[in-house]
Each structure stands twice: as C-alpha cells, then as structure tokens.
C-alpha cells in the first residue's frame, strides 16, 4: 500500500491524520506544503477540495480527516478507531464531529491572529518539516504568509474575541466527554484524535496554555500528542482572555 499524506507544518487535522495512520500500523510519506500556496498544490494534485489533511492512497484520494477516519477504518479495521457499542460509538462520533466543524477553525482563527502579530513564530511550526526552502527564505515570507492566512482565515478582531468567549464552553464540553468515557479510554478512538490535536494546537499559545494544560482537556492532548511543534508568545489582550482565566480558576 503506497500512501502519501498532505499536510502543513502545525496543521491540527494534519496532525490527526498522521496519528491515526500511526495507530492503525500503517506506513506513509509525509508532504509538507506551506499555508496559503498549498491550496494550489492541492489543486494541482487533483484533489477535490483545497484543505489539509489530503491522503493519497494508492492513488485515490481522500480528504478530511473524517473522512481520512473512516477510509483508515474500511482498509484497516484493527486496531478500531470507533467503538463497537452501537450507544458509545454514537457518542463517539457526535464528539468527533465537534472536533471537526465546531473546534477546528476558532483554534485556527485564533492561532492566525496571534501570528500576524508575532509571525516569525511561524517558524516554530516548521521545525522537522522539510519544507523544500532555505530556512532565511522561509523567514522572510512570514509577515505576508501570516496576514494573508489571517485573512482567509477572517481572524479579525471581532472573530477572535468571540472564540475566546465560546473557548471556555467548548473546554468544558471536551471535559464532560472524559468525565463520561466517550474519550480518554484506554484504547484512544477517532474523536480523541480529532480533538487531541487542536487543543494542543491551542496549548502552543503561552497566553493560553496556562488556564488549559492542567484541565482533563490538557491532559487528553498532551497524552494523545505529547510532540507538538509551535511556540507563540504572548500577544493576545488581557480583557479577552480573562473569561478563560477565570473559568480556569474556578
């Protein structure tokens, strides 16, 4: 099986993509292609959206990482990515897709507007990917880079401060999750790799780290994803991460 994975340096799908052909046992080579440029390389690889997490395998394609969990799962059934009670798999999947289209893009939005402001940490991203460009060229296209993303991204002010509200809520959710055993079990399911990676990804923000990493939420992602690439400093307003703050403290 030849198997090929599309993804971004940082990417949080991306990385749930690779950590779900880790589990299944299966091998692949990794392509890392640059933000905003890789919509076209995708295009030109013939793949049907412009997204990241892209899966050539054997030369068909598939894209998303749902549907990257679930052509895993056909192919290679053990070790599971869902569980096999009909009431806990439902579970399963309704988390999973809170990963994928409720989580997701404010982690993304938020991660975005902070780079625009600090965006040579974008660099941090990309430390091991192999990239194909001289470091100092990379370097130099950041700032560009990042207020490009931020815009397609629509992480604007307003955007951002509404996800940092609704960060909160979406925590506790992941909280309960564990709480009830729909994640965090011993064997690792489809949703905690939908999830694992984009708090992780929100973790690599030090303004937010601090009021995540010792809730059950942080602990599921730095055990699902101990290695994460990314460090951001501090640039986000303190007026709108004190909801988080607080809810931590309490």
């Excluded at 779900?20 to 959206?49: C, E, N, Y």
């Excluded at 091991?128 to 130099?140: K, N, T, Y």
């Excluded at 401060?161 to 564990?178: E, N």
Aim: charged share 25%; aromatic share 4%; net charge neutral.
């Amino acid at each position: 099986m030849q198997v090929r994975l599309y993804t971004i340096p940082g990417s949080h799908p991306g990385v749930s993509a690779q950590l779900m052909l880790r589990h299944k046992g299966i091998d692949f080579d990794r392509t890392d292609l640059i933000p905003v440029v890789s919509k076209g390389i995708l295009k030109a690889q013939r793949f049907p959206g412009v997204t990241v997490p892209a899966l050539k395998i054997d030369g068909r394609r598939v894209q998303g990482s749902r549907e990257i969990a679930r052509e895993l799962e056909r192919l290679r059934p053990e070790p599971p990515l869902f569980p096999a009670d009909p009431e806990l798999r439902t579970r399963v999947d309704e988390a999973e897709r809170f990963g994928d289209e409720d989580l997701q893009h404010p982690v993304r939005q938020i991660l975005w507007w902070a780079l625009r402001r600090q965006p040579r940490a974008m660099l941090s991203f990309s430390e091991g990917a192999p990239l194909g460009i001289p470091v100092a060229v990379a370097a130099r296209t950041t700032r560009p880079m990042a207020a490009l993303a931020a815009r397609l991204n629509q992480a604007g002010d307003e955007a951002v401060r509404a996800d940092l509200a609704a960060l909160p809520g979406m925590l506790q959710r992941i909280d309960d999750w564990i709480a009830e055993g729909v994640l965090g079990g011993e064997q690792p399911n489809a949703a905690d790799f939908q999830i694992a990676p984009s708090v992780r990804l929100a973790m690599s923000l030090r303004d937010l780290r601090p009021s995540i990493e010792a809730r059950p939420a942080g602990e599921l992602a730095l055990r699902v994803v101990p290695d994460f690439p990314g460090d951001v400093p501090p640039v986000l307003p303190a007026s709108w991460i004190e909801p988080l703050h607080s809810a931590a403290a309490a």
